[in-house]
């Protein structure tokens, strides 16, 4: 049973950092694709960023380009989003996601969210 697990979220005021934690339950994790998802209320979930099997490629939404770095460590089987100059517009649950095989679609497979707050 694969499972995910998310960390690292909180409250932070507007220009703050945080960076979220994935762990996934097996080794199987770090032979997939992962990114990170993310919901407001009220609002469609939406993709964020997407790192490849091996850590070799990354992709963001545009607008997060240039503030959030998605990177992973196999031998931990944990992907970490850090998350840098953050806005309000930024405030949702944030959702680890594993087994994307589409970059910006979701795989199979879900944490249950980390909620991160930022305030102005």
């Known amino acids: 049973q694969v499972q995910l697990v998310e960390s690292g979220g909180g409250l932070v005021q507007a220009g703050g950092g945080l960076r979220l934690s994935c762990t996934g339950s097996?080794?199987?994790?770090?032979?997939?694709?992962v990114a990170w998802f993310r919901q407001a209320p009220g609002k469609e979930r939406e993709f964020v960023a997407h790192i490849t099997w091996n850590g070799g490629s990354t992709y963001y939404r545009d607008s997060v380009k240039g503030r959030f770095t998605i990177s992973r460590d196999n031998a931990k089987n944990t992907v970490y989003l850090q998350m840098n100059n953050l806005k309000p517009e930024d405030t949702a649950v944030y959702y680890c996601n594993s087994g994307v095989r589409v970059i910006g679609r979701p795989g199979d497979y879900w944490g249950q969210g980390t909620q991160v707050t930022v305030s102005s």
């Open positions: 097996g080794r199987t994790f770090s032979s997939w694709a």
